[in-house]
């Protein structure tokens, strides 16, 4: 199974009414299944602010969190994601690998 379905089987439980995880490692230069990007539209959101939502994610992850190097989060409860309809762009990698 790849980090990717790793992720998005993780993230299942927080019952996501639209759930995708993208693998952009190649966007960067640390090798592969090192950076992600996760949308989740989910109820569980609702009345909490991006920090607790992050930490909701994070929390769900648990130990996967430690196995991948980035992961870029956009949350949004169902109503905001009918606004919005689509996450930003991910920026590209400005490098910084030199570890």
């Known amino acids: 199974m790849s980090m990717q379905q790793k992720i998005e089987q993780s993230l299942a ?3 996501p009414q639209h759930l995708s ?4 490692s190649h966007m ?3 090798g592969q299944e090192t950076h992600y990007k ?3 539209v989910s109820e569980q959101f609702a ?3 991006m920090v607790k939502r992050h930490q909701k994610v994070y929390a769900t992850l648990g130990e996967l969190m430690g196995q991948f190097h980035a992961l870029a989060l956009h949350t949004y409860t169902p109503e905001e994601w009918q606004k919005v ?3 930003p762009a991910s920026p590209t990698c400005a490098g910084g ?3």
Do not use: I, Q, T
Request: a neutral charge; glycine letters at 10%.
């Open 13 to 15: 439980a927080l019952a």
């Open 21 to 24: 995880v993208l693998d952009e």
């Open 28 to 30: 960067h230069s640390r």
């Open 38 to 40: 996760a949308v989740l």
């Open 47 to 49: 009345g909490l602010n």
């Open 85 to 87: 309809g689509a996450a």
């Open 97 to 99: 690998s030199k570890h």
